[in-house]
């Protein structure tokens, strides 16, 4: 069975921390990807990789930054965090550049106060 | 930039057929999908479309035209269970999909 796990679903942080949120899939995919899901907006994707140490820029990577050191793991950074950071963080990975569908994790919810 | 268009909320009535519309202006065009979200859920595959016409899974449908920029997904015999957030999202090249905002369905008894 297909799954993309997060290392938290619910997380609160203080404004300027430094905040790492993990994401694991267990199914040997090439592309992982991390977005953020606010209300009225829907996904909007922060940064992606397609292979092992690889990274693009999304749409809204400012204030973000990722790492992917092994193909199964990748994290996504918030140098400082700041209150409009405050959303839904879905990760999603898949398969290579078929048609393959992306499979979601489900979310961490950060709150910055 | 990517522009995608799907109403915000439709209501149905148990048993009937609700028809959510997709409109898309998009950079590149290489497949378009629909998702499904329970609330506090994540997204789940429904159909990729990348071909005009109509793809059938069960009670539920996707169709795509592409001279049109336009993509439907058409629920059937709807269920209490389907009363869900509905995405569309069109990859516009290798690996990116964009999203739109979502289309909440009721479904009421």
């Known amino acids: 069975d297909v799954k993309v796990t997060q290392s938290s679903r619910y997380l609160v942080k203080r404004t300027g921390e430094k905040v790492f949120l993990e994401c694991v899939q267990d199914?040997?995919?090439?592309?992982m990807f991390w977005y953020r899901q606010d209300p009225g907006l829907g996904l909007r994707l922060i940064y992606f990789s397609y292979d092992v140490k690889m990274k693009e820029k999304g749409d809204i990577p400012e204030g973000y930054s990722v790492s992917r050191e092994k193909k199964e793991r990748f994290s996504l950074i918030l140098e400082s965090a700041s209150t409009n950071q405050t959303s839904m963080y879905l990760c999603a990975s898949s398969l290579g550049t078929t048609y393959e569908e992306q499979y979601f994790g489900p979310g961490t919810r950060l709150t910055v106060t | 930039g990517q522009n995608i268009d799907q109403p915000t909320e439709m209501t149905a009535t148990e048993g009937a057929i609700v028809q959510i519309n997709c409109t898309y202006q998009?950079?590149?065009?290489?497949?378009l999908f629909w998702y499904q979200q329970h609330a506090g859920e994540a997204p789940t595959f429904l159909s990729y479309n990348v071909l005009d016409g109509l793809e059938e899974k069960g009670r539920f449908s996707s169709f795509l035209s592409r001279s049109k920029g336009y993509s439907y997904l058409l629920l059937k015999e709807l269920q209490m269970k389907d009363s869900a957030s509905y995405l569309c999202a069109v990859r516009d090249g290798d690996y990116k999909l964009s999203f739109g905002a979502g289309t909440t369905v009721t479904v009421r008894a």
């Open positions: 998009t950079s590149g065009f290489n497949g």
């Open positions: 199914m040997d995919h090439e592309n």
